[in-house]
């Protein structure tokens, strides 16, 4: 067995040593509340005792409900000490102890306890533990029984003397008269304490091994299940295990940054799926007036689909170029990728280079979804080639387009993932329902059309797994309607005083009314405070801000990027309780003033980051 495998073993095996010294507390319980009415019955009459052995009861019963009640208080007080290994010992023993008791006072009535004991051991698929109670039954049953002789309850078939005429006589047999008793009849040759042993010990202990072989048979056999299914598990958990981390080297790939600049903003994310996939985006500045998109979906799932994506986008890292056409790079990349490829496996692919001064966009399309272009609620699939999917083949036929963007537009690239989303009722989420989702209404930033349209796949698919990988890729091109400017600071309290600085010179140079800058340096101190604060409070990473303008719209927006824990800062409680201001969630008040002074905010989870978008319209 492997260290691996060993440690999930181990915890495998104590976990289910915890739950059985639950059960077998649970059990000891039950055996209180049993032994606590036999208890009464005694006390009032209902069963008889005679009043030789009444002192012991008296004593010996509430002793031992003591005893059995003891473990139940580990499992309410000292959960912990119930993984322990020596716990089981305390647990079992003690109900050996009380049944021990029980026949010394009680030797013809309390016979059943030891069996119960060695089948109690079953909860815990010891094998050793089940001969250790053995070996211990066996020893305490032989004393208890000579005990019994003496100070138990009295039993005429062991002690030789049948039914006497007046009952009353049993009870002059005290502990003396029954040692005179049996010394008398060994002088006689009747040697009591042999029997004892030959004729109550010896088919009581037989009994008890037929019950101990059937009972270890079983501890052994479910033994030897959970070590193969625990090794199983190992093998799965290890293959889940190299498969998370090819999903990670696999994401690793991927840009995650945020491309921003005066004429263009790119967003992109990929929702994995449970495993590896094939989907993946990139992005690629040709130059300072071209940028490169593509995205691409590889037909299958799992290490295949993901070997084959990564030397897809290998190769389109090596092949794409500004001197090369979209047409020229997606054959070229299909040549290689043909290369070798045994399987037929395929991908589908939709590559485009995007001029971002003029807003020309040169495509060409391999068997894609069709992308969505537009801006506010006038957006559409764009018309486009089908093309054919590269890898089966050496040759594919693959055509330029164009398609000339608008200052304001927003292009959006996705893989099926999305579209072939499925619910409960076996429904696809479907092209209708995309595109409704992006003219459902005005957005104010590429940040707030991502949060929509996740929000709509989650509540279409309504909880159900993910089947495929989601991703997309969002340019949104300003042309020349922003002014621009970004910069990152370290995350802390030194550097505010800089942060603030950046966010006021530029609304100055961007002649922002004087009555706003005062309110734009409280905005931003409170979400740049809160992030320090909150967000950065057990470590330290960068804030990245970014600044735009937008002349003709008279629009500022504000993007502010941290590396801390997911936190939406406006689902902070900012509403008074009970008419009283001062009883807020801690940040509320400074939250609600964000919302009253900006015209439209938004917040998003993407690649690892916090992003808030805050815009301010005169």
């Not at 100070?151 to 030789?160: R, S, T």
């Not at 840009?255 to 690629?284: H, M, R, W």
């Not at 387009?401 to 537009?409: A, I, R």
Request: charged residues 25%.
């Amino acid at each position: 067995m492997t260290e691996f495998e060993r440690n999930k073993y181990l915890e495998a095996y104590y976990e289910n040593e915890a739950d059985a010294n639950k059960q077998m507390s649970i059990a000891n319980a039950f055996g209180a509340a049993l032994l606590l009415g036999i208890w009464i019955c005694y006390m009032t009459g209902a069963f008889y005792a005679s009043p030789k052995i009444m002192p012991l009861i008296n004593i010996a019963f509430p002793i031992s409900v003591v005893i059995l009640l003891t473990p139940l208080l580990y499992v309410f007080k000292f959960k912990n000490n119930l993984k322990k290994p020596n716990y089981k010992f305390f647990v079992v023993f003690s109900f050996v102890m009380v049944i021990a008791v029980l026949n010394v006072i009680l030797p013809r009535n309390a016979f059943i306890g030891w069996a119960l004991c060695i089948v109690m051991t079953n909860h815990y698929y010891n094998p050793k533990l089940g001969r250790i109670t053995f070996g211990v039954i066996a020893g305490l049953m032989l004393i208890c029984l000579y005990f019994s002789l003496f100070v138990g309850e009295y039993d005429a078939n062991i002690l030789g003397i049948k039914e006497v005429v007046n009952n009353d006589a049993v009870e002059v047999f005290g502990v003396k008269e029954r040692f005179d008793l049996l010394h008398e009849q060994l002088l006689a040759g009747q040697n009591r304490y042999l029997q004892a042993f030959t004729f109550t010990f010896l088919p009581r202990a037989l009994i008890l091994a037929l019950i101990f072989v059937v009972s270890n048979s079983l501890n052994i056999r479910t033994y030897k299940l959970l070590r193969q299914e625990i090794s199983v598990n190992s093998e799965q958990e290890k293959t889940r295990t190299e498969l998370d981390v090819a999903k990670e080297i696999q994401m690793a790939t991927l840009p995650t940054e945020f491309v921003t600049s005066e004429d263009i903003e790119i967003q992109a994310e990929l929702k994995a799926a449970k495993s590896v996939g094939g989907d993946f985006y990139d992005y690629f500045l040709l130059d300072n007036e071209h940028v490169a998109l593509v995205i691409a979906d590889v037909s299958g799932k799992g290490i295949p689909a993901a070997m084959f994506m990564m030397k897809t986008i290998t190769c389109f890292r090596n092949c794409v170029s500004l001197h090369k056409t979209p047409e020229e790079v997606l054959k070229e990349v299909n040549r290689i990728i043909n290369k070798g490829n045994d399987s037929n496996m395929f991908v589908t692919c939709f590559y485009a280079v995007i001029n971002t001064k003029t807003g020309e966009m040169n495509f060409a399309n391999a068997g894609h979804n069709p992308p969505i272009v537009g801006q506010k609620q006038d957006y559409h699939y764009l018309k486009c080639k089908p093309g054919f999917v590269l890898g089966p083949l050496k040759d594919v036929f693959v055509t330029n387009e164009t398609y000339q963007l608008k200052n304001g537009d927003t292009l959006t690239l996705y893989t099926d993932g999305i579209t072939e989303a499925r619910n409960s009722k076996g429904l696809f989420y479907g092209e209708d329902r995309l595109i409704a989702v992006f003219n459902q209404k005005k957005y104010s930033c590429l940040l707030e059309l991502h949060h929509s349209l996740k929000d709509d796949i989650e509540r279409f698919v309504d909880g159900e797994d993910q089947a495929d990988d989601m991703t997309y890729i969002t340019m949104k091109y300003h042309g020349d309607r922003y002014l621009y400017k970004e910069e990152t600071f370290r995350g802390e309290k030194e550097s505010l005083p800089k942060m603030i600085g950046l966010i006021e010179d530029f609304a100055h140079e961007m002649k922002i009314e004087e009555g706003f800058i005062g309110k734009l340096c409280v905005v931003a101190d409170e979400m740049l405070s809160n992030i320090i604060k909150y967000g950065y409070a057990e470590y330290t990473d960068d804030i990245f801000i970014r600044l735009l303008y937008n002349e003709d719209e008279n629009e500022f927006v504000m993007t502010l990027i941290d590396r801390a824990e997911k936190f939406d800062p406006f689902t902070v409680n900012n509403k008074p309780i009970d008419g009283n201001y001062a009883k807020r969630a801690e940040g509320g008040l400074g939250i609600l003033i964000v919302k009253n002074l900006m015209s439209e905010y938004a917040y998003d989870y993407i690649n690892h980051k916090n992003i808030v978008t805050l815009k301010k319209k005169f």
